[in-house]
């Protein structure tokens, strides 16, 4: 094993523009990088045969601080994050300081596969770099752990690569695994608030009220839903999607409706609660 700790990483608690019909949940959270660890399926630095003699997979260790650097760039990625090295304890001590019972989450990562793999090809020689990481997340307080999700990547070249070229790659496609994790587990929530273009009775856009402020590009997709209210729950329907077309300003900009326009146009009429959310 190898363990590698002490990075840490701090969603601070702040407070956005809430819009109270329905009620938008935009703090963003406490979480902690605990450990990450590498689990050698075989033995490190030995080269596993595949069934066709020309291909050979190596597991290597070497490999795993450009992966740690990966997985904390996705980390810092998330719209609702912000990367803090910090001691678990001392972050404690200022949240308890402060008054802040936002809750802790605490994210390991271990790593079950991490290397090269080559073939032969015609005297040729075509690298795959190849990484499996399994991220854990737990509530520090309940000592729970919430998810736990698994990432396995490869890039295969066929062209002029090195082995570390090739590992390096797929260490990326792990970088935005993670960062689409922490996005779908923290999305950010937003309201229409104002109807555009209308076209045989379905809606062509609407204007949103998050944009710059949340990091939203141009050429972002979103779920739209309609909420009720059941027992003093909010109940979520996806009714529609829409796409960022032009970013506005801060808090404004205009998107193109791309499904379900008839639904959407119907909800906003009716005066339906309407939320945007963007993963």
Request: proline fraction near 3%; aromatic fraction near 6%.
């Amino acid at each position: 094993f190898l363990v590698m700790t002490g990075l840490l990483l701090l969603l601070s608690m702040a407070s956005v523009a809430q819009n109270p019909a329905p009620q938008l949940d935009n703090s963003k959270k406490n979480l902690v990088l605990g450990s990450v660890k590498f689990v050698a399926s075989t033995s490190l630095g030995t080269a596993i045969v595949e069934a066709l003699a020309n291909e050979v997979s190596i597991q290597d260790k070497s490999y795993m601080p450009a992966l740690q650097a990966g997985i904390l760039r996705g980390l810092t990625y998330g719209r609702r994050t912000m990367l803090k090295e910090v001691p678990l304890a001392q972050l404690k001590d200022e949240l308890a300081a402060a008054g802040d019972d936002t809750p802790i989450y605490e994210i390991s990562a271990t790593v079950s596969s991490l290397g090269t793999r080559f073939e032969l090809k015609k005297d040729n020689k075509y690298y795959t770099g190849f990484a499996s990481v399994t991220l854990t997340m737990k509530d520090v307080k309940t000592n729970e752990i919430v998810t736990s999700p698994k990432f396995a990547e490869q890039y295969t070249s066929y062209g002029i690569i090195t082995a570390e070229g090739a590992v390096n790659q797929a260490i990326e496609y792990i970088t935005a695994d993670v960062a689409r994790f922490l996005n779908n587990t923290f999305p950010v929530s937003g309201s229409i608030i104002e109807p555009g273009g209308v076209k045989k009775d379905k809606q062509k856009e609407v204007y949103i009220d998050i944009a710059k402020n949340w990091g939203i590009p141009k050429g972002e997709t979103m779920a739209v839903y309609s909420v009720k209210t059941i027992a003093g729950r909010d109940a979520r329907t996806k009714i529609s999607a829409i796409k960022v077309e032009e970013v506005m300003g801060d808090d404004v900009a205009r998107c193109k409706v791309t499904k379900g326009g008839d639904k959407l146009k119907e909800a906003l009429d009716n005066g339906e609660k309407v939320v945007v959310v963007c993963y």
